[in-house]
């Protein structure tokens, strides 16, 4: 399936906003305001995946637009009922470190490599900003958010009780970025 990252542009708050209401339970997902806020932290940036159903040319690929899925193949093909927002990532620098403050992925578009292109795109831009690691949240209770980070090279560094409104615990996931290679 071949889609492209790219930076967010203000007309897809609306899209990333009820992509976020669909991956979270309505106690875990933002509101409009709260993911407003986050976006616009100083050193926070989105990156946005987008479905494209023409490959990427040589010099998308050099620009850093490159298609982040594999060749796109006639098995591979987007399926036409997809919309064009896969996904995205809000990510925040703070000086040598870096943070992910969400990444989401619509469920149709699961388990095809965007989540990983998403966190690829981010972690190299946190290096570039600095970041020598990145450090994240994940609610305890969220398996396949835990394995993909630990397939990314995330180690769960403590728990941190109740950080869901005194309810729910989460880990904190830290990656070192210095001399860990691509994901
Ligand atoms: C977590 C999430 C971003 C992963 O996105 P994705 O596009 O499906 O991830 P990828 O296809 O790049 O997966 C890469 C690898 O991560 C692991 N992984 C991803 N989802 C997994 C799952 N549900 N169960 C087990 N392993 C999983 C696998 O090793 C996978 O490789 P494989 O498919 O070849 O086995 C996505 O499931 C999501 O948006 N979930 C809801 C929102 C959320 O929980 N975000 C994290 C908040 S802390």
Redesign the pocket.
């Known amino acids: 399936m071949p889609f492209c990252i790219r930076r967010f542009q203000k007309p897809d708050f609306d899209t990333l906003w009820h992509i976020d209401q669909a991956?979270?339970p309505p106690q875990l997902a933002y509101s409009r305001p709260e993911l407003a806020f986050y976006m616009r932290r100083p050193g926070a940036f989105t990156l946005v995946a987008e479905a494209n159903a023409a490959p990427a040319t040589s010099a998308q690929a050099n620009s850093g637009q490159a298609n982040a899925a594999n060749e796109p193949d006639s098995q591979n093909a987007a399926p036409t009922a997809l919309p064009p927002i896969l996904?995205f990532i809000v990510a925040e620098a703070r000086r040598t470190t870096g943070h992910?403050i969400?990444?989401?992925?619509?469920h149709a578009?699961?388990?095809?490599?965007?989540?990983?292109?998403?966190?690829q795109a981010a972690e190299d831009q946190l290096l570039n900003a600095g970041a020598i690691s990145v450090a994240?949240?994940?609610?305890i209770n969220?398996?396949?958010?835990i394995?993909?980070?630990k397939?990314?090279g995330y180690f769960v560094e403590k728990t941190i009780r109740g950080y869901y409104s005194g309810q729910l615990d989460a880990l904190r996931m830290v990656k070192e970025l210095q001399g860990s290679g691509r994901i």
């Open positions: 991956c979270f996904g992910i969400t990444i989401d992925v619509i578009a699961r388990r095809l490599g965007v989540g990983s292109a998403l966190l994240l949240e994940a609610a969220n398996e396949p958010a394995r993909f980070y397939q990314k």
